[in-house]
C-alpha cells in the first residue's frame, strides 16, 4: 500500500484546496524554497492519521492548524489521502477488497474533529487501528526520524531498540491491547467477588424467610378461596332461580313492547307515505295548473308563431327559386350565343385564308420562274445554242453528261473492288464461326436454360397473387402509426401527471375484490362537451368533484375501515345518496327567460347510466350561463330560483352570495381532463389502426416470406442470367458473329452502291446519246423549235397572269375572314362580360336559395320540435290526471292501514298494563 494522492484545504499555510499526486510507491522527496511549505505537507500527513503530541506538528491546539486560525474567513481545515491497495494480502484487514483507500480528517474551528474512511465517518480509534495494521502508528516516539535523532538512535540500549523494532512492526499494538484486557479482565474479577459476598451475607437468609412466608400466606389463601367458592355456589343458586323467572317476564314484556313498537313504526310508516302521497297529488295538481294556466298557452302561441313563419319562408324561397332559374336561363342563352361566335372556327378561318394567300403567291412565284425559263428557251431556239432552262448550251449540257459518266464508271469499279475484298472478309469470319460453333451452342444452351429459370420464377412470384407495393404500403402505416402510438403516450403520460391528483388509490379491504365495485373520482367519470363550459362546471360542482364514487354503503364502509387510504375522502354510494331534481317548470321558464343563453349543467356532461344517480347528485342544481347578466336574471327569477354560474366561473347564489375573479383557464381540472380524454381517444385509435396494420402484415406473412424467398431466387437467376450474358458477348464466337454481320452489312451497301453506280452511268450514257441528236437535228428543226418555244413563254405569261388574279382574291378573302374575327372578338366580348354578371347573380341567387332552404327546413324542425313540445305537454296532462287519481285511491287505502294498526296497538298497549304488575308480585315473592 502506498501514496497515491494528498489533498489539502485550509490546512496551515494552503488557503486553497491543493492536490498532489505523482507520488513514487518505494521512496518520496519533498524539495522547495524556504517557507514554501514542505513541512507543512509531513504535518498534513500526521495530522490525517491521528497524532496526539501537536507538537509535533508545530502547534499548541487544533485550532492552529487551520489557516490562520479562522482569521481569513476559513473556519475549517481538511486533509484527505488516498492509498492504493496495491497488496491487498498485507494491506489492513477488512479492506482486502478494494483497490483503493480514501482517508480524511477535517477540524472545525470551535467546532467537531471528524474522520472518515472511504467516505464513511469513522472513529479515531479505527483508524489509529488501521493504520497500526500496517505498521504506521503516528504516536509512535520515532515514527519521524527528525535533524540530530539518527545519532541518538545508534547510540540506544537494546530494550530501547526492541521497543522500537515492535512499534516498527506493529506487535506494539497487540501487547497494548492485551495489556488493556487484562486489567479489564481484573476489575470484573474483582466486582464478581464482591457480588457473591453479598448474596451470601444478605440476600440468601431473606430469601429463606420470605419463602416460608410465602407458603403460608399461600396455604391461607387457599382456606378462604374455597369458603369464597362454596359461599358463591349458594348465591348463584339462588340468583340464577330468580333471574329464569325475571327473564322469562321481561321476555314477554319485551315481546309486548316490540309489537307495539312496530305497530307504532308501520303507523308512521304508513302516514309518512300518506304524506308522501298527498305531497304528490299537490304537486302533480300545480304542475297540472303551471301547465295549464301558461306553459301550453305559450307553446300554443309558438306553434302558431313558427308556422306562420313556416309559411313565410317557403313563400320566400319559391319566389327566390324561381328568380334563379330565369337567370339560369338567361345564362343558358349567353352560352349558346357564346358558342355560335367560336372564336376558335374564326380564327381556323383566317388561318385557312392565309394558306391559301400564300399557296397563290407560291403559285405566283412559280409561275415567274416558267416565264424566266421560257424567255432563256427561246433566246436559245433564236440564237442557235440550244439553251434550255439551266441556261445552258447543248455542247456545256452534253459535256456535263459526259463528265457524270465517266464519275459514275469510277464509283462502279470502286464499288466492285469493295464487294470482292468484303467477300474474302465474310468466308473468313464465316470459317472462323464455324470452328466455334461448339462452344457457341454451349453458351447458348446454358443462356436458355438460364432464361426458363428466371420466367420460371417469375410466374411463380405471379401466382402468388402478393401486392408487393400494398404491403410496402402496410409497413409504411405500421412505422408511421408507431411514432403516432409512441407520440400519443408520451402526451398521456404528462397529461396524465398533470391530474394525478384525482387518482384514487386504495388496498383490496377483502380478498377477491371485486374493483369494479369502486366506480372513481367524480372528474373522471364525466366527460365535458363543450371545453368553454369547463370552468363553469368545475364551479358548479365544487368540492364534490373530488369525492368518490362506490355501488354501494358496504363497499363504502369496507374501504374506509380496511382500504388503507393514504388521504381523506368522501364516499357517495349510488344505493344511498339523495338528490333533487330539476322540475320540467323550471327548466322551461329558465329556457324561456335565458333565451337560449342558459343550460342546465348536467346537459353539459356525459357519463355512464350506471354512476347517473352520483352525477346528478354533483351537477343537478345548477344553470351555466354564457354572461353574467343571464346568469343573474336567472338565479332571482320566482320562477327559477337555482344556483347559476358563467362560463368565467362568477357564481350566483340565490341566498345572495356572489363569488367570481380571476380564475388561470389552466388550472381547470375538468380541462385538462378533457384533454386527457382526447389524447387517449387518439392514442386508441392510433392503437387500433396499429393493431389492424399488423393483423394485415400477419396475414400476408407467410405469403410474404414465400414472395421474399422467390424474388431473392429470381434476382439471383437474373445475375446469372446477365453473367451468361456477358459472357456470351465477351466470347469470341460472339465477336466474330457480330462482325460477321457487320461485313455483311457493308457487303449489302456496298452492292446497293455498284447498282446505284451503274444505274447512273446507263442513265448518263443515254441522256450523251440524247443529246448528241439533238446537236446533230437540231439546224434541221430551228423554226419549229422557235415556235414551240414562243408557244412555252405564252403560256407561261398567261399562267402569271392567272395566279396575279389568284393572288388578289385570296388576300380579299383573308382581310375579310380577319376583319370577321374581329368583329366576332367585341361581340364575344360584351357576350362574356354580360355571361359573367349573370352567373355573379346566379350565385347569389344560390346562395340565397340555399339560406333560405336552411331557414325553411330550420322553421320545420322548429315547428315539428314544438308541436311535438305540445303534444308532450298535453300528453303529460293527461298523464297528471291518471296519476292523481291513482295516488288518491292508494292514499285512502294507506289511512284505512293506519286505523287498523291504531286499533291493535290500544289492544296490545292494555294486555301491556294488565301483564306487568303480575310480574312484580311474583318476582318480590321470589326475593322473600
Known sequence: MYIQEVSIDGFKSYAQRVTLTNFDPGFNAITGLNGSGKSNILDSLCFVMGIKNLSAVRAQNLQELVYKQGSAGITKATVSIVFHNNDPQNGPSGYEDKEYITVTRQIVIGGRDKYSINGHAAQQGRVADLFQSVQLNVNNPHFLIMQGRVTKIMNMKPPEILSLLEEASGTKLYERKKDSAMKTLAK?????????????????????????????????????????????????????????????????????????????????????????????????????????????????????????????DKTNYKNKQDLLKSEQASMTSLQQQLTELNQNELAAKVEAATAARDQAAADLQAAEHGVEAATRELAGAETGDGRDESNKSLQERLADAQNAQTAADAECKAADIKHKHLSKQAAEHRKSLASKDKEATGLRQAFDKAQQQVDKCRQSLQGLNYDAAAAEQLEEVRRTEQAAVRKAKEEVEVLASHVSGTDFMYRDPERGWDRSRVKGVVAKLVRVKDPATATALEVAAGGRLYQVVVDTDRTAKALLE?????????????????????????????????????????????????????????????FVCQDSGTAKKLAFAKEVNQRCITLEGDDFNPNGLLTGGSRGAGNSLLLRLHELLQAEDSLAQHTQRLQQAENQLAQMAPVAKQYQKLQQELELQQHNLELLQGRMQGSECHQLAEALAATEAQLAAAQQEAAAAAGKKKEMVELAKRLEKEIADFSKDHDKRVKTAQAKLKAAKQAVEAARKLLRKREAELAEAAAERDAAAGERGQLELQATATQAAIDVLSAEVEKLKAAVEASTASHKEAAAALDAKRARLRECDSEIRGLEKERQKVLKDVQDIEVEKKRKENKWVLRVPQLAATVLDCGH
Do not use: W
Request: aromatic share 4%; net charge negative; glycine share 4%.
Open 188 to 312: 470484573k474479577q474483582t466486582k464478581l467477588e464482591e457480588i457473591d459476598e453479598l448474596m451470601n451475607t444478605e440476600l440468601l437468609p431473606t430469601l429463606q424467610k420470605l419463602e416460608k412466608q410465602c407458603e403460608q400466606s399461600h396455604e391461607f389463601a387457599m382456606t378462604s378461596q374455597k369458603n369464597e367458592r362454596l359461599r358463591r355456589l349458594c348465591v348463584a343458586h339462588d340468583y340464577m332461580s330468580t333471574r329464569r323467572l325475571i327473564e322469562s317476564g321481561e321476555a314477554e314484556l319485551a315481546a309486548m313492547v316490540a309489537e307495539i313498537q312496530e305497530l307504532e313504526k308501520q303507523k308512521t310508516d304508513l302516514e309518512a307515505e300518506a304524506a308522501d302521497k298527498a305531497s304528490d297529488i299537490a304537486a302533480l295538481l300545480t304542475e297540472k295548473e303551471i301547465q295549464q294556466g301558461g306553459e301550453v298557452k305559450e307553446l300554443q302561441q309558438q306553434a302558431d308563431d313558427l308556422a306562420k313563419k313556416l309559411t313565410e
Open 562 to 622: 380496511n382500504g388503507q387510504l393514504q388521504k381523506r375522502v368522501t364516499i357517495i354510494p349510488l344505493n344511498k345518496v339523495k338528490y333533487s331534481e330539476t322540475s320540467p317548470s323550471v327548466l322551461a321558464n329558465a329556457a324561456r327567460l335565458g333565451s337560449g343563453r342558459a343550460q342546465p349543467a348536467l346537459q353539459l356532461v356525459g357519463y355512464e347510466p350506471d354512476v347517473e344517480a352520483a352525477i346528478k347528485y354533483t351537477f343537478g342544481q345548477a
